[in-house]
């Protein structure tokens, strides 16, 4: 079955950067864009963008543009999300979600499978 | 502020059938489809609705999705204490060219 495992727990100080990464399993990992959803303690979630796990493209929030890198591993079916200039309101659960259906470059815009969350805290 | 507007909070007792409202604008829910995930705390979203009604293979029929104009609903029926919990939905924005969610709401089944 579909499965996307995350990075553990990280704990950075204000201005530092981060790298979570997301293993993928079950399913063929470049025929599906990889997306990035945060979630701070007690608020919504909150879309950051994704990754076209085939060429590479990737689109991103307008939030957290020039802020934010999603790259994709040379091998082992890994995407990884790199945050940087952290400050205290990044403080967050991160999780990937697949999409449930891609057709070329055509996805769903919602998802069926999600990482477990990797905790984010930023804290001097 | 979130692009979706959502009640905070809903309520209802077992076994009653509870509405859950999603209101967004011509930019997103008004021209594209709209989801709805079901969050358990400390947990995940689970996907519980996708493209305005339809449901993924394993979630119950008591779940029922719907889209009028620039607004969507989520209907549970047979109120059950396991759906105690929070719902999100989320649509595509062409104004922002993003993913967007709604606050969020929370379900207490009383």
């Known amino acids: 079955q579909v499965q996307l495992v995350q990075s553990g727990a990280e704990v950075k100080k204000p201005g530092a950067s981060v790298k979570v990464s997301c293993k993928a399993s079950g399913y063929t990992f470049a025929s599906y864009t990889l997306h990035w959803v945060r979630q701070a303690p007690g608020q919504r979630l909150e879309w950051m963008g994704w990754i076209n796990v085939g060429d590479g493209s990737t689109k991103y929030s307008q939030r957290f543009q020039g802020r934010v890198i999603i790259t994709r591993g040379t091998s082992a079916s890994t995407a990884y999300l790199e945050v940087s200039s952290l400050r205290s309101e990044d403080t967050a659960v991160y999780y990937c979600?697949?999409?449930?259906?891609?057709?070329?470059?055509?996805?769903?815009?919602?998802?069926?499978?999600w990482g477990q969350g990797t905790l984010v805290t930023v804290s001097s | 502020q979130s692009v979706l507007t959502q009640p905070p909070s809903a309520s209802g007792t077992p076994g009653q059938r509870v509405t859950i409202s999603c209101s967004g604008s011509s930019s997103n829910i008004g021209g594209n489809s709209v989801s709805w995930y079901q969050q358990l705390p400390g947990t995940a979203p689970k996907l519980l609705i996708y493209s305005n009604n339809q449901r993924p293979s394993g979630v119950p029929d008591r779940f029922s999705g719907s889209k009028s104009g620039t607004s969507a609903s989520l209907a549970i029926s047979g109120l059950q204490s396991e759906d105690e919990t929070t719902y999100y939905c989320a649509t595509w924005d062409d104004s922002l060219t993003g993913l967007v969610f709604g606050g969020g709401t929370k379900l207490t089944v009383l």
């Open positions: 979600a697949r999409p449930q259906y891609c057709s070329g470059s055509s996805c769903s815009n919602w998802f069926d499978a």
